[in-house]
């Protein structure tokens, strides 16, 4: 694992549904590179899928707010 995988954890942790085509531009790299990396990522068992976060219902009368 070099720096680029390093940042492209990153980027994917802070948002896994970010495109490929958005992922290679800020790495400064090709879509088939971001690609291949994530594939292999995935083969080595570093990333092994996204959580789906759902936000429970929410009583009418009152407000709530979600922070990370």
């Given amino acids: 694992m070099d720096s680029t995988d390093l940042q492209l ?12 085509a958005t992922l290679a531009q ?3 790299v090709s879509r088939g590179t ?3 990396r994530i594939r292999k990522l995935e ?8 959580p789906v976060l ?4 929410a009583p009418l009368d009152r407000i709530t707010a979600w922070t990370r």
């Fill in 9 to 20: 954890i990153a980027l994917l942790r802070q948002d896994a549904r970010t495109p490929v």
């Fill in 26 to 28: 800020k790495l400064g």
């Fill in 34 to 36: 971001v690609s291949n």
């Fill in 43 to 50: 083969d080595e068992g570093v990333l092994v899928g996204c």
């Fill in 54 to 57: 759902l936000r429970p219902p």
